[in-house]
């Protein structure tokens, strides 16, 4: 079954004009997003939460690719694109990701020290949690794709739904803050490894678990089958 799903990459307003539904029936799981200009674009904002909404819809799963600063270092562009990712993973079907890149041209040491610290501190979350929530999300919709699919694997989607959505509300909300306080004061503690390590921990063992029992459905379902 795995062997016959693929994926593809569009720009959110390419979504509009093709037929998911047949796609998805067809094998398509899985839509790369093209982000490029859409931060800080409130109109094109609402292209991308169209084009999410069209998607989930279709059980269709999303990714993309987000630099924090992007081109443009400034404690605005981080503002901007928390609003972008917010769009994306507002209802937990996606794992809030994001990356760091080192610093490229002039841009203040000001900015440059919160660049390094924040990046210090989601790395664990990025690298780990939200790697294995995306895994996560791939495991269930191959799972629902399957024939005679496993019974308790919507009970399981809703759990991962709202472990996801707590993940990325926490991330989100860390790096909001952050920035701002930083931007403010040229300080912050929230993104001390002592406060920042536990979250991560807490939502990494309940993701564990909910894999477990996910696993355990797999022997009984196949004892029926028997």
């Known amino acids: 079954m795995e062997s016959d799903l693929w994926s593809m990459s569009c720009t959110p307003g390419e979504i509009a004009a093709q037929d998911f539904q047949g796609l998805s029936k067809r094998g398509l ?3 790369q997003l093209d982000l490029t200009g859409m931060a800080g674009d409130h109109a094109r904002l609402r ?4 084009a999410v909404q069209t998607l989930r819809r279709t ?17 605005a562009t981080v503002r901007d694109n ?9 209802d937990g ?13 002039e841009c203040s040491p000001w900015l440059a020290a919160y660049r390094e610290r924040v990046g210090v501190a989601v790395q664990p979350w990025l690298a780990g949690l939200s790697g294995r929530l995306k895994d996560a999300w791939t495991e269930i919709v191959v799972s629902e794709r399957r024939p005679g699919r496993l ?5 399981h989607r809703i759990a991962l739904q709202r472990l996801t ?4 509300t926490e991330l989100l ?29 807490l939502l990494t063992e309940t993701l564990v678990a909910l894999s477990n029992r996910l696993h355990a459905l797999r022997p009984a379902a196949l004892q029926q089958a028997g």
């Open 93 to 105: 079907t996606t794992p809030a990701t994001f990356t760091v890149s080192p610093r490229v041209g």
């Open 59 to 75: 059980g269709i799963l999303v990714e993309y690719e987000l630099d924090l600063f992007a081109t443009a270092p400034r404690f």
């Open 173 to 201: 909300n860390l790096v909001a803050d952050s920035a701002r306080e930083y931007e403010l004061t040229g300080d912050t503690q929230l993104l001390e490894h002592d406060l920042v390590a536990p979250r991560i921990a």
């Open 165 to 168: 959505l707590r993940s990325n």
């Open 82 to 90: 928390v609003a972008l990712l917010r769009a994306i993973v507002a």
């Open 151 to 155: 019974s308790g694997v919507a009970a």
């Open 47 to 50: 292209e991308v939460e169209v």
């Open 29 to 31: 799981y899985l839509v």
